[in-house]
T-cell receptor, first 115, second 109 residues
Framework: DVKVTQSSRYLVKRTGEKVFLECVQD?????MFWYRQDPGLGLRLIYF???????EKGDIPEGYSVSREKKERFSLILESASTNQTSMYLC??????????????FGPGTRLTVL | QKEVEQNSGPLSVPEGAIASLNCTYS??????FFWYRQYSGKSPELIMF????GDKEDGRFTAQLNKASQYVSLLIRDSQPSDSATYLC?????????FGPGTRLSVLP
C-alpha cells in the first residue's frame, strides 16, 4: 500500500517560532509537493521538488522554505511563524510529469495553528 | 496563470440520482486529468484519472474528457450519502498539478 506520511496531524506554535513539517513517501517518487489549504481558497502550491536538492517555488512561497536532502523526504520550514500561516498543510508525491499513472498521492495533512 | 475552473456548488442530489461535476481548464498542453474526493478534515484521495478523449468508467464513476473543448467531467451514478464530499479536478502542467477550487456535493437520503 502506497504511503505518504507527515510528521504531525496537529501542531500548535507561537508567533516567531521556527516550524518544521516533515513528509516521507515510500513510493520512490521523484516529485514531491507542499500545499496549504484554506476554506474558500482551495489548494495552493507552496513549493515542489522534482529531484533531490532541487526545488521550485509555487504560487505562495513567501515565508516558507523547503529542504530535500533525500529522495523520500521533503521538509517544509516556516522560518518565523505568523498567525496568517495557520492552515492545513498537505504533502503529496508523484512520478514525473509525462509518466503513466503520475497521479499525486497525499499525506494525511498537518493542521497548524499559530498563536 | 493557467486556470482550472469547476461548477460552483454546493450541488445537492437525491440518493440514487446521477451527480454531474464539471471542470474546464485553460492550458491546452495539459495531458493528464484527475478527480479527487475530499471529505471534510481529510486529505484528497484519487478516484479517477483520464488521459485520452472519451469516457472512462470505474464502477459508479465515469470520467469524460474532451481536449478540444478543454473540458473534463465526472458522473456519479446511483449517488449515495457516502458520496457527499468536495470533488477536486486536477490537471497536469509539466511537472506540476493545478487544482480547481472544488465542488461540494451533498447526497440527500
Amino acid at each position: 500500500d502506497v504511503k505518504v506520511t507527515q510528521s504531525s496531524r496537529y501542531l500548535v506554535k507561537r508567533t516567531g517560532e521556527k516550524v518544521f513539517l516533515e513528509c516521507v513517501q515510500d513510493m520512490d517518487h521523484e516529485n514531491m509537493f507542499w500545499y496549504r489549504q484554506d476554506p474558500g481558497l482551495g489548494l495552493r502550491l507552496i513549493y515542489f521538488s522534482y529531484d533531490v536538492k532541487m526545488k521550485e517555488k509555487g504560487d505562495i512561497p513567501e515565508g516558507y522554505s523547503v529542504s530535500r536532502e533525500k529522495k523520500e523526504r521533503f521538509s517544509l520550514i516556516l522560518e518565523s511563524a505568523s498567525t496568517n500561516q495557520t492552515s492545513m498543510y498537505l504533502c503529496a508525491s508523484s512520478l514525473p510529469g509525462g509518466s503513466p499513472y503520475n497521479e499525486q498521492f497525499f499525506g494525511p495533512g498537518t493542521r497548524l495553528t499559530v498563536l | 496563470q493557467k486556470e482550472v475552473e469547476q461548477n460552483s456548488g454546493p450541488l445537492s442530489v437525491p440518493e440514487g440520482a446521477i451527480a454531474s461535476l464539471n471542470c474546464t481548464y485553460s492550458d491546452r498542453g495539459s495531458q493528464s486529468f484527475f478527480w479527487y474526493r475530499q471529505y471534510s478534515g481529510k486529505s484528497p484521495e484519487l478516484i479517477m484519472f483520464i488521459y485520452s478523449n472519451g469516457d472512462k468508467e470505474d464502477g459508479r464513476f465515469t470520467a469524460q474528457l474532451n481536449k478540444a473543448s478543454q473540458y473534463v467531467s465526472l458522473l456519479i451514478r446511483d449517488s449515495q450519502p457516502s458520496d457527499s464530499a468536495t470533488y477536486l479536478c486536477a490537471v497536469t502542467q509539466g511537472q506540476n498539478f493545478v487544482f480547481g477550487p472544488g465542488t461540494r456535493l451533498s447526497v440527500l437520503p
